[in-house]
């Protein structure tokens, strides 16, 4: 073995002292050598020292080569350990039986000193490779938790900064007499303000609950208001598309005092809302039209908040069908669809997406009713 190259760690259990020896001359050169006599002391030597692989003897007395390995590999540090049987017994049914109680080779004796070198030099050769492969791993799970909380830590930063610009944003609007022109530059701004914070709350909101540190806590809100938040600050996206939105409260066109009363998080609920219309809207036709419809319906039992999204055209890509049932993670495509369906389960509703080519898209999601919790 090179100098300065670290020597591995082998145990080799025998009840025989004479074929330890014979073993370890024939490996001590290049590893560090560790015995045990019996089943019980090779046990307690694992559980003590790091050991990186077993020549373990199968014909001995209390307890065998098969009830040591068997014992071994029930074992967190034991499993990685790979077992080499070293026996007198040749026949096919021990060597089958070495291998189902967890062995990796088999040796017979008399042993053959280059043979033994080199098996031992190929399993150890695999325990490093897969030493190495859990180290990467472990890099990799590192750094992308470490990416992933300095994105949600200048996430948070940016919030504060942009709730600040809405407020004075909203405070030049109204207190400086500004001209027509001047005017329609601040709302511009303060649109594209309103959008940037909401992305920037989505998200904040999105990696707690995938992170698993979101907690509901239901309130009631208008969903009409969201709506026509969204319709006020995508005006211009409309207004490029054509799209004509339509709005039904509970089977009739909507008035002006409507409202529409749901139990759930008002950051989540906007982004759902924003999204899904977003995409009906940028992917229909020029022209093309959005419909929502809004009503209650009683079942099982209770009332439940209905909200349908119809438009003329694939409101989401064709692969954000499977990632309903299963995240793409990692992807663009089909992650979009996959995070509303979050953000509505985790505010205990549901959501259902149908496509027909002469139809069009319609997500129906469904939320409690006000009456179905104790909030106002």
């Not at 799209?243 to 409507?258: C, N």
């Amino acid at each position: 073995m090179s100098e300065g190259v670290e020597k591995h760690n082998i145990l080799i259990v025998d009840d025989l002292v004479s074929n330890i020896k014979t073993l370890a001359e024939t490996l001590r050169k290049e590893h560090n050598i560790f015995v045990a006599t019996s089943g019980k002391d090779a046990l307690a030597l694992v559980d003590n020292e790091s050991i990186d692989l077993i020549l373990l003897d199968i014909v001995m007395p209390e307890m065998d080569g098969y009830e040591v390995c068997k014992s071994l590999k029930k074992t967190d540090v034991g499993k990685k350990i790979p077992v080499i049987f070293v026996t007198v017994l040749s026949e096919s049914l021990d060597e089958v039986r070495a291998l189902d109680a967890g062995a990796v080779d088999f040796i017979t004796k008399p042993v053959h000193a280059p043979s033994v070198r080199a098996k031992v030099a190929n399993h150890l050769a695999m325990v490093d490779m897969l030493k190495t492969i859990e180290k990467q791993n472990i890099q990799i799970l590192e750094v992308a938790h470490a990416k992933e909380e300095m994105n949600h830590i200048t996430q948070t930063d940016l919030r504060k900064p942009l709730e600040r610009i809405v407020s004075l944003t909203n405070q030049l609007t109204w207190t400086t007499n500004p001209t027509d022109e001047q005017i329609n530059l601040l709302q511009g701004l303060l649109k594209h303000t309103y959008r940037l914070s909401n992305l920037l709350n989505s998200s904040i909101e999105l990696y707690n609950i995938r992170n698993n540190r979101y907690r509901f806590t239901p309130k009631s809100f208008d969903f009409l208001t969201l709506v026509d938040d969204f319709l006020m600050i995508e005006k211009e996206q409309i207004e490029e598309h054509k799209a004509i939105v339509r709005i039904q409260v509970h089977g009739s066109p909507r008035m002006s005092r409507d409202t529409f009363k749901v139990i759930g998080d008002v950051t989540l609920g906007y982004s759902i809302v924003s999204s899904i219309i977003l995409n009906a809207i940028t992917q229909s036709a020029s022209g093309g039209v959005v419909s929502l419809f809004f009503e209650t319906i009683h079942s099982g039992g209770k009332n439940n908040s209905i909200i349908k999204i119809h438009s003329e055209g694939r409101a989401f890509v064709e692969k954000d069908q499977v990632s309903l049932a299963v995240p793409l993670e990692g992807r663009r495509k089909g992650f979009e669809l996959y995070a509303v369906k979050l953000m509505t389960e985790v505010q205990k509703g549901t959501l259902q997406y149908d496509f027909a080519e002469d139809f069009g898209s319609t997500i129906t999601l469904s939320f409690p009713s006000v009456d179905s919790y104790n909030v106002k």
